[in-house]
């Protein structure tokens, strides 16, 4: 307690700039990549990704972000064993920070697309067992996490796959494609605007304490996918057959037909975004903030203050700005080569996954469920359309995104003790 009060405001200023760093590395990473599919198929350029982001990154995080957060993320870690050492707790967070920070700048520069939630999970646990004790962390929550990297981009993958195959059947392999696509592309965006809107209720919405039963969930997401539906068609009556451009490529009038549709994927992610992952960052921060303005008392949720929220929207914005490029451009060109359809219908599968996995509870992320779609819509062309050197890096990244964040963590934790005591 004596710490703690000689240097609390020192600890709140660390917890900042690391927070902000942290969430700096979540724009850099986690929202790039959510951005990567759309710049990779040519729907947006990378300044109107970021434009787009900008705005529904913020609003997600700002609306739905959450007023109250769980400070101990996704009760990886029992805290009980050290109420009457709350500084040790600050340390941990203050080091679990800096740790999946590094990490994910290292991934970024890399190119690496890693999750975030999984690099703050992998840094918790190299805290926990050093700081508190092995017994603190519950295995069983790491070992649902472990097994996410194989089951999430599976679902991802497969719900992308049967997407591809869908647009074929109806579209690309009909004696009208242009015409089938403008006939059944308001029924796409129907799914994208509910799907979405399911997820910003399931994940997002709670934070506001909007209670709503599943079957008003499910009402207003159909009454919201009617309408984006509307407008979609409203956008894609125009299209018209384009000779010049059907010469280089046979189906570039049927493509022209889904770029508009990918700009409605490419809003709604940044949205559910914002409103989701942001809490990555500002959680541990929040963290430090309660147990420091409280005089000490360790809380599993805390009062999130607004500006924590304003900084961690800002650190993300700031982050996809100055280093997303790298992780847009392995997402979007590297894994395998993107159109609007094949973009759309892996944003598609990825929004549909997060909502089937929020529903089950499945710790999944957001960043193996869409790199699994967009390695779906790759397969749907054979293992040949696959770069699977590329695909190779990544899975070595996400096996060591977990131990490298606690072994950062371990050594961060030691010399902030070191410091402080």
């Not at 990378?46 to 982001?53: D, L, N």
């Not at 609003?59 to 709350?86: C, E």
């Not at 068609?233 to 049927?254: G, H, L, P, Q, T």
């Amino acid at each position: 307690m004596e710490i703690i009060a000689a240097y609390g405001t020192t600890m709140i200023i660390l917890a900042v700039i690391f927070g902000l760093y942290m969430t700096w590395g979540i724009g850099a990473n986690d929202l790039a990549n959510a951005m990567g599919t759309s710049v990779g198929a040519g729907a947006v350029s990378v300044k109107q990704a970021i434009i787009i982001a900008i705005i529904f990154e913020f609003l997600g995080a700002i609306l739905a972000g959450g007023h109250v957060t769980k400070t101990i993320r996704k009760g990886i870690i029992d805290p009980s064993g050290i109420i009457n050492n709350p500084e040790i707790l600050v340390y941990g967070m203050l080091a679990s920070l800096l740790a999946a920070a590094v990490w994910l700048m290292v991934a970024s520069a890399k190119g690496w697309p890693v999750s975030t939630t999984h690099s703050i999970i992998g840094a918790l646990i190299g805290f926990a067992i050093v700081g508190i004790g092995p017994d603190s962390v519950k295995w069983t929550k790491v070992a649902s996490v472990v097994l996410s990297w194989i089951v999430s981009p599976i679902m991802g993958g497969t719900i992308a796959f049967l997407l591809v195959m869908s647009t074929r059947k109806l579209i690309f392999n009909t004696d009208n494609p242009l015409k089938n696509a403008k006939k059944y592309a308001p029924v796409y965006i129907f799914l994208v605007g509910f799907i979405i809107s399911l997820v910003t209720m399931f994940k997002g919405l709670k934070h506001l304490h909007i209670s709503m039963s599943t079957g008003q969930s499910f009402g207003f997401a159909v009454l919201f996918g009617a309408l984006t539906a509307s407008v979609g068609w409203y956008f894609i009556r125009n299209v018209k057959e384009d000779i010049s451009a059907n010469r280089e490529f046979s189906y570039a009038s049927v493509e022209k037909v889904f770029t508009p549709m990918m700009l409605f994927t490419a809003c709604s992610m940044a949205f559910a975004h914002g409103s989701n992952d942001v809490a990555n960052g500002i959680g541990p921060l929040a963290a430090v903030y309660s147990i420091v303005s409280s005089g000490g008392e360790v809380m599993q949720k805390s009062d999130l203050p607004f500006w924590i929220l304003l900084l961690g929207g800002a650190g993300i914005v700031i982050g996809l700005i100055t280093l997303g490029y790298r992780v847009m451009l392995t997402v979007g060109k590297k894994i395998t080569e993107l159109t609007p359809s094949r973009g759309f219908c892996a944003e598609l599968a990825a929004a549909t996954t997060v909502v089937i996995a929020s529903r089950t509870g499945l710790p999944v992320s957001t960043t193996h469920i869409l790199v699994g779609s967009v390695l779906g819509v790759g397969l749907a062309r054979g293992v040949g359309a696959l770069d699977l050197r590329v695909v190779l890096n990544i899975v070595i990244s996400w096996v060591v995104t977990l131990p490298a964040g606690a072994i950062m963590a371990m050594l961060f934790f030691f010399t902030l003790k070191g410091i402080f005591s």
